[in-house]
């Protein structure tokens, strides 16, 4: 039977091959897996990886970086979350409420990009506001993961199998009381996003390049309950970035320098 490996047999930090790009359960299954599964690794899942390697190449996410950044499937991050300490005059009374937001990277030809979405105004919360897909955490979602993928696929109709989960950033808390996991992925190219009327306005790329460039991202202060917050905002044309979404994406930024 065809085997991907290149003979480079070193897994990373992540428990994936970094020569044949295959995670270590691929490779412990791959002689049990149905020609299916196996033609399915072969010709999408691999491709898919390499062309996010190659996407990435040159920039702050180079050479593995992004994945070591990242913290990985089998151990999700803990604890309450990086801003929580800013927010214990803002929250609402009781436990935080799960939530998981899909941070999708689609590999292009001319660079790694950035799935993000604006909102209906006519939604009761953040209308308007940019954002990635995702939403509460239902009992029925067997993790942030799969929290991630359901929110996606009900909001601009993301198939699961044209995805594939990288890792796991730093947990965020919204003012409204959500313990939000962000779940950065790649996405297939050949994706064609629907946006569902009653939640999505627009689907949109920004360039990652353009994300984690630090001279891009700015402080704004605003006046929230009598005091004076500062939030983050990125001025991309057409779309003001800022709020939660900035932060998820600033903490990447973060995650990626501490490791140069």
Request: charged share 25%.
């Amino acid at each position: 039977m065809p085997s991907p490996c290149v003979g480079k047999c070193e897994l990373d930090h992540h428990r994936s091959c970094i020569g044949c790009l295959r995670d270590i359960d691929e490779i412990a299954r791959w002689s049990s897996m149905s020609e299916r599964e196996r033609h399915h690794v072969l010709h999408h899942r691999l491709p898919l990886r390499e062309q996010l390697r190659a996407s990435l190449s040159g920039t702050l996410a180079d050479d593995g970086r992004l994945m070591r950044a990242l913290h990985p499937l089998h151990a999700p991050p803990m604890g309450d979350g990086w801003n929580r300490s800013e927010l214990d005059d803002l929250l609402p009374d009781g436990p935080l409420v799960e939530a998981a937001v899909l941070a999708g990277i689609v590999p292009r030809a001319t660079g790694a990009q950035v799935i993000l979405t604006r909102r209906t105004e006519t939604l009761r919360q953040h209308g308007g506001q940019v954002g990635f897909p995702g939403g509460r955490t239902e009992p029925d979602d067997a993790d942030a993961v799969a929290a991630a993928l359901r929110e996606s696929n009900e909001e601009i109709a993301l198939p699961a199998e044209q995805v594939q989960a990288l890792g796991y950033l730093d947990p965020f808390v919204t003012i409204t009381g959500y313990r939000v996991t962000p779940v950065v992925a790649v996405v297939d190219p050949h994706f064609t996003p629907v946006p569902s009327p009653d939640e999505v306005a627009d689907v949109f790329e920004v360039p990652l390049e353009y994300l984690m460039t630090a001279d891009n991202l700015r402080h704004v202060e605003i006046v929230h309950r009598g005091r004076v917050r500062h939030v983050l905002e990125y001025g991309w044309p057409g779309h003001r970035i800022w709020g939660a979404t900035a932060a998820i994406l600033y903490n990447l930024r973060r995650r990626l320098e501490q490791l140069q």
